[in-house]
């Protein structure tokens, strides 16, 4: 039986979530691409699901050769830029004439579509996301969107048997959530709490938000 494989493009909320998605706690830091889409440029990167290149992008706001990200007293500093002087995480931006891959933009089902498995609380969420098979490679990453009345916020897994399948781990928030990381240290019998500063002992997790809620996601209704 054939698979489709085709390319799904989310749009983040603005530059500085996709700033965070490529730099924030990478020891190395994401590729980013400029190029075409539906007649407008967009700076955009990507994750490989098994049958889904899954592509997160935003209006390009500028021409440059980095993706520059700094965290200076609980504030990001998200730019592009020429060159790599300062002390910053930076992200490569490669631009592009072609598309980034020879998928198809589009496909009439969405192979790759995650299973939404609500979660208890954030705490659970948090530690969800430890992998005992790779614990020195975690992946911390957030994603929150809007839906209905509240928003969401979750983290991928994968279940690889015969094939693999995807999960949206999640909680459901009363409100956006105005800070850019969860903040946790569950050994000391703490709650987690959103923050833009760095204290020394806690696990910070980056919050990317998703501007509108995308079918892949799996909600219905």
Not at 108 to 128: H, M, T, W, Y
Request: hydrophobic share 35%; charged share 25%; with cysteine.
């Amino acid at each position: 039986m054939s698979v489709s494989q085709n390319e799904c493009y989310i749009e983040l909320a603005g530059f500085d979530d996709l700033a965070r998605y490529v730099c924030a706690f990478q020891e190395y830091p994401k590729r980013v691409y400029t190029h075409e889409l539906e007649g407008s440029r967009i700076i955009s990167s990507s994750q490989t699901l098994s049958n889904t290149l899954l592509i997160f992008y935003v209006p390009v706001p500028k021409s440059g050769r980095y993706v520059s990200y700094q965290i200076a007293n609980g504030k990001e500093v998200c730019e592009i830029v020429e060159s790599t002087k300062d002390i910053s995480h930076y992200a490569p931006v490669i631009h592009m004439e072609s598309k980034i891959s020879s998928l198809p933009v589009k496909s009439k089902k969405l192979i790759d579509q995650f299973n939404p498995i609500e979660v208890q609380d954030l705490g659970s969420l948090a530690r969800l996301t430890y992998d005992p098979e790779f614990p020195d490679e975690q992946n911390l990453t957030l994603f929150a969107f809007p839906r209905k009345d509240s928003w969401i916020l979750g983290f991928l897994t994968s279940l690889e048997m015969d094939e693999v399948y995807y999960n949206f781990n999640y909680v459901e928030l009363d409100s956006e959530p105005t800070k850019h990381f969860l903040k946790y240290r569950g050994n000391h019998g703490q709650d987690p709490e959103f923050s833009n500063h760095f204290d020394h002992g806690f696990s910070y997790f980056p919050i990317i938000k998703i501007k509108n809620e995308h079918l892949i996601f799996g909600f219905s209704g």
